[in-house]
């Protein structure tokens, strides 16, 4: 491993990876590789930062991988070292920023009125993708002695339910993504990952219909761009799969699938050979594995990311309806 390049990726070094090893347990040898992979990465990074009030979404991701690798590796005490750093780390900067806004980091309005219910096609694309890309709160409640603060549940439910109303603009028809179409399709598919945790579970459409529909409406879009943007339609694959859908029942599967299988063997049966910086030789071949790979989903227990999931929605929602009612006692 180049740890100099290694470095200079960040968390993106160890993003893919860690997702394997998360999603590999029916294929023991691979899992056993990315797993190691991933153990290797989290110790080149090393969870040497201290705490701070400003962006701190890279470390929130790292506390959870440290936290999820020392359950596969509990006798390793450098990573056990790395994991309770990335807890004070953490733990401080939820403590002592101002509020969550600070924490977020996305914009100097508050989440509460970004995330406007009666209004959603107000807030910009670029601050719903900074919200968006906060998957790392819900892998908080994952770790036994972190203590998130209530407000986070509210935030979590409004942005989950904020999503649901986004108007997200689809391809061009007949011509495909362009560039900023291109941006709302990977933002919706970063939506999916929230309750799926990076495909770790199920996706259920009497979640999110509308991401489902959503990809059946623009997959062909995706198909005609392969080659100038393969992760795209890898995404929208990964979703399909977590849907249920595999090359045996389902047409854009069985397509895509053969698209990413073919590419693999015309460089050289290699996801990474085509790529043109370090940043695409890690996203690449992450999506890639995903489009081509059936891998195990988690069930939804007591601790899972799954069961997290639905219990902070739960919590979200009577937030929301205090806060309602709250607002409403002061109007009156």
């Given amino acids: 491993i180049d740890e100099e390049r290694i ?15 998360f999603a590999s347990a029916n294929k023991p040898a691979f899992h056993q590789k990315a797993c190691e992979g991933a153990n290797r990465i989290m110790k080149i990074i090393n969870g040497g930062e201290g705490w701070a009030c400003r962006r701190m979404r890279m470390k929130t991701k790292m506390l959870f991988y440290a936290h999820y690798l020392t359950l596969i590796f509990p006798l390793d005490r450098e990573l056990k070292e790395i994991r309770s750093h990335y807890i004070k780390v953490v733990q401080k900067s939820m403590d002592q920023c101002e509020d969550l806004d600070e924490f977020l980091a996305a914009s100097d309005v508050s989440w509460r009125d970004n995330l406007d219910l009666d209004n959603p096609a107000a807030l910009s694309r670029d601050i719903l993708r900074d919200y968006v890309h906060q998957q790392g709160l819900i892998n908080l409640y994952s770790i036994p002695e ?9 935030f979590i439910w409004r942005l989950w339910t904020f999503a649901a ?6 391809a061009d028809e007949g011509i495909g993504y362009r560039a900023e179409t291109r941006k709302h399709g990977y933002l919706l598919t970063h939506v999916a990952y929230w309750p799926t945790g990076y495909g770790r579970h ?4 009497s979640d999110s219909r509308y991401v489902y529909d959503y990809v059946r409406k623009n997959y062909w879009a995706a198909a005609r761009t392969f080659d100038a943007d393969p992760d795209l339609l890898a995404e929208f694959i990964d979703i399909l799969r977590a849907c249920g859908c595999t090359e045996d029942d389902d047409v854009m599967v069985r397509y895509g699938a053969r698209l990413f ?9 290699s996801f990474m050979s085509h790529t043109n910086s370090d940043y ?9 594995i995903a489009a081509v790979s059936r891998f195990q989903v988690e069930p939804i227990v007591p601790g899972s990311h799954g069961y997290n999931w639905r219990k902070v929605l739960e919590s979200g929602a009577r937030a929301e309806r205090e806060s309602r009612q709250l607002e409403s006692t002061i109007s009156e």
């Fill in 7 to 21: 470095l200079n990726l960040g968390t993106n070094g160890i993003n893919s990876v860690i997702d394997q090893c």
């Fill in 146 to 154: 972190f203590v998130v603060p209530a407000e986070v549940d509210h």
């Fill in 165 to 170: 109303k986004y108007p997200y603009l689809d």
């Fill in 202 to 205: 199920r996706q259920f459409l």
């Fill in 261 to 269: 299988l073919n590419s693999f063997k015309a460089h050289g049966e």
């Fill in 280 to 288: 695409s030789a890690i996203h690449g071949p992450w999506t890639a």
